[in-house]
């Protein structure tokens, strides 16, 4: 079968490799639809902590079951709760396998989804409902991430909020901020087709190539600051900002990972009480409850689809989200073609 394999750092190639059997309690998937995630990019640069090659990338998937199976029947769509906890450590024991000690995931400490067959366990799979097109089931996994990052937060209805980075996490937390209802909600970057995109959620863009994120923010609050920030951008310019955006006693919240240490005031968070959050993927409940958001979500959700690309060409997927003039926010591989 065919597959998109990391080769080593800043090298992906399309290979021939051997398709999967299904061990009993598994499922033997044909892949639809795979999204490129910040996480593959970092693999393909080299940079992730984890990954080795050569390794089949991929972990935001929607595949259907190839043949009946006693939790599934053939040609039913499916998404994957791609987290692999050891069930041992402290955090397994105490109901929190999501921060297991020894996490691994689908597509990053085995291979993933961007190949034209998977075969998983049948107890991480989740139906897609019929109504619900694959672009849209294909974003479940991102959107729990905002998910988890929003809960984690605390955000409340009469909160201002700012996101720092309007990549697709940044965008998915802007979409469920919006949806809670909170009262003032900016979005910040460089980019300014993904501002746009912010400005069509209903936030305020603020473009940090031209404009003080800081000014803007103490502006629009009558210089208290915004009740909780979320770092998105995965950047370390981009945290250089977030301990004086927060008002005094407000929350700020880590959505993006970073790779290696970034500097941070301590002493802003200090003196002016900061709480500070800490938020790595998701519960397998925020991930079930992804996909019935996803549905109410959904036109929201494909208007982050800019790029459908087939297997055969997905090599080029690194280059074109890299490229500014592919203006690329999520870009799909299509596991079929």
Sequence with gaps: MRALVYAGPGQAELRDVPRPVARP???????????????????????HPRATAPLVLGHEFVAEIAADTPRFMAGQRVVA????????CHPCRTGQPHVCASLRLVGIDRDGGMAEWLALDETVLFPVPDDMDDATAALVEPLAVALRAVERSGAALTDSAVVVGAGPIGLLTALLLRRAGV?????????PA??????????????VRHDSLLDRVLEAT???????????????EAVAEIT???????????ASIHKAAVPVSLIDVNFRELTLIGSRVYTREQFRRAVDLARDLAEDLR?????VVPLGAAAEVFAMQASPDEKAVKILVDCRS
């Design 25 to 47: 309690g598994e499922a033997l998937l044909r892949m639809r639809l795979c999204g490129l995630c910040g996480t593959d990019v970092g693999i393909h640069a080299g940079t």
């Design 194 to 207: 993904r501002l746009e995109l912010a400005a069509r959620m209903g936030a305020t863009p603020i473009n």
């Design 244 to 254: 004086r955006i927060a008002r005094p006693g407000g929350t700020i919240c880590m």
């Design 222 to 236: 009558n210089g208290d600051g915004a009740d909780v920030v979320f770092e998105c951008a995965g950047a370390a």
């Design 183 to 191: 009262s003032r909600l900016f979005v910040s970057d460089v980019d």
């Design 303 to 307: 208007s982050l689809v800019t790029h």
């Design 81 to 88: 709760y791609p987290l692999i906890s050891c069930g041992t």
